[in-house]
């Protein structure tokens, strides 16, 4: 468990999966870039939502990029 400050990643887009995170406290938002290079909010996440389950189970790079809009408390299940 650990505090995320506002403007701070949970996780990147690219990068080799952490693991599973839950949001205790706060909101991040997810988004992902595209090879256009468009940013797009993919989802909002707030208390007691799960989010990297897929780079968990494939090992692949996340996908996406976790960013707390908030402060917030952010609970990681190590891979």
Do not use: N
Not at 1 to 14: L, T, Y
């Amino acid at each position: 468990i650990r505090k995320v400050p506002a403007g701070a990643q949970v996780f990147a887009q690219g990068e080799m999966p952490s693991g599973l995170h839950c949001i205790l406290a706060g909101q991040a938002h997810v988004t992902g870039v595209s090879v256009a290079g468009r940013l797009s909010l993919i989802g909002i996440l707030r208390p007691g939502d799960w989010v990297g389950y897929l780079a968990c189970l494939d090992g692949a790079p996340y996908a996406f990029t976790g960013t707390c809009v908030v402060d917030s408390t952010v609970a990681t299940l190590p891979t």
